[in-house]
């Protein structure tokens, strides 16, 4: 069936440091995907997505592009800030699973000053 | 404002017992769904609904069913065949062409 798989973390940076956290997928077809981010103690949020093989989405400085060559979905930030510090999933529409939403297991980002 | 209600925020169940989570949406959206979110394991699929008095079983429905009586409502009750209950519970809806709205939770820990 249809899956994410991210990086394990965590992920330990320091301010200012790039950022990069791999996601690939399997899945029929080219389904759209999805960064999103859970800050602690707060609800999931939606980070940044693509429809389309190509696109880049991209949302306060983080940056993922489709590549369907590769399937993956790579998150990407030029220089972290300690207000970064959570966790993030990558994620697809399963066309096996109605429109629900799979997610990778989550990658936890702490940043230090 | 429109949004999805999740509660309680916390619950304790002894073993052995059943417990329903109540998930309600005012944003007219068609389609609904419940996730369990365990450290380390991100998100995965319980149930989902895209329709009122249809559902379908996701990744991990073994020890749980659900109910969509009303396109508002799809609450999720955790049984005793469910061997480890104990996590955090979230629910989310969608409307097509729209994005997804989730829900700030529910903690369920068995005592």
């Known amino acids: 069936g249809d899956s994410v798989t991210q990086m394990e973390g965590p992920v330990t940076l320091s301010e200012e440091a790039f950022l990069t956290i791999n996601c690939t997928y399997t899945?029929?077809?080219?389904?759209?995907l999805f960064w999103y981010v859970q800050y602690p103690g707060e609800g999931l949020q939606l980070l940044l997505k693509?429809?389309?093989?190509?696109d880049k989405g991209s949302n306060k400085g983080f940056e993922a592009t489709y590549r369907k060559e590769t399937t993956s979905f790579h998150l990407e930030k030029g220089s972290v800030q300690v207000s970064d510090s959570a966790v993030y999933f990558c994620?697809?529409?399963?066309?096996?699973?109605?429109?629900?939403?799979?997610f990778g297991k989550g990658t936890t980002l702490s940043v230090s000053s | 404002d429109g949004g999805i209600t999740q509660s309680p925020k916390y619950l304790f169940r002894k073993e052995g017992q059943n417990v329903t989570l109540s998930c309600e949406q005012n944003?007219?959206?068609?389609?609904m769904y419940w996730y369990r979110q365990d450290p380390g394991q991100g998100l995965r699929l319980i149930y989902y609904s895209q329709i009122v008095n249809d559902f379908q079983k996701g990744d991990i429905a073994e020890g749980y069913s659900v109910s969509r009586e009303k396109k508002e409502s799809f609450p999720l009750t955790v049984t005793s065949a469910q061997k480890n209950p104990t996590a955090f519970y979230l629910c989310a809806s969608k409307a097509q062409g729209h994005g997804y709205t989730f829900g700030s939770g529910t903690r369920l820990t068995v005592v």
């Open positions: 944003l007219n959206h068609d389609a």
């Open positions: 994620a697809l529409i399963s066309n096996q699973a109605g429109t629900a939403l799979i």
């Open positions: 899945a029929t077809g080219y389904p759209s």
């Open positions: 693509a429809t389309k093989a190509d």
